[in-house]
């Protein structure tokens, strides 16, 4: 268990990087960044909206306190990379590798985080005694 909490804390953090990354690519290379999206054929203030959704999507991978919301975070960031990596595909600039990385990386840590739940709750549900019925 402790290989998979290693295991999953690396690739979240190549995740978290490469997300905070393009945060901050968004912001300062506004105009290139600009460019590319009105190349693909997206309007100009998703990237705020991007940056503002990858933010609190990151923030709650790190600090995932509801189960419920912590899947939908994934399918959001699932859908933005495989969509992203669709759209670069479509006018073949080549920029859909990144992407690809992002998408792996997010399923590692789903995956993950996935097991470490469930060998969580499998030892807290073993540590609970089991109350007799009386009849």
């Known amino acids: 268990m402790n290989s998979q ?5 690396i690739a979240l953090g190549l995740f978290a990087i490469a997300v905070i990354g393009s945060i901050i690519n968004s912001f300062l290379n506004y105009e290139m960044v600009a460019e590319t999206f009105t190349k693909l054929g997206y309007p100009v203030y998703l990237i ?8 609190l999507g990151l923030i709650l991978i790190l600090f995932n306190k509801s189960h419920w919301s912590l899947e939908w975070v994934y ?9 992203g990596a669709i759209a670069h595909l479509s006018i073949k600039d080549g920029n859909g590798a990144s992407a690809v990385i992002c998408i792996v990386l997010l399923f590692v840590t789903y995956i993950q985080s996935k097991k470490i739940r469930s060998t969580n709750n499998e030892l807290a549900k073993f540590g609970k005694p089991e109350h007799a019925k009386f009849i």
């Open 5 to 9: 909490k290693s295991f999953y804390y």
């Open 48 to 55: 705020h909206v991007l940056g503002v959704c990858q933010s």
């Open 75 to 83: 399918a959001g960031f699932f859908m933005n990379y495989t969509l």
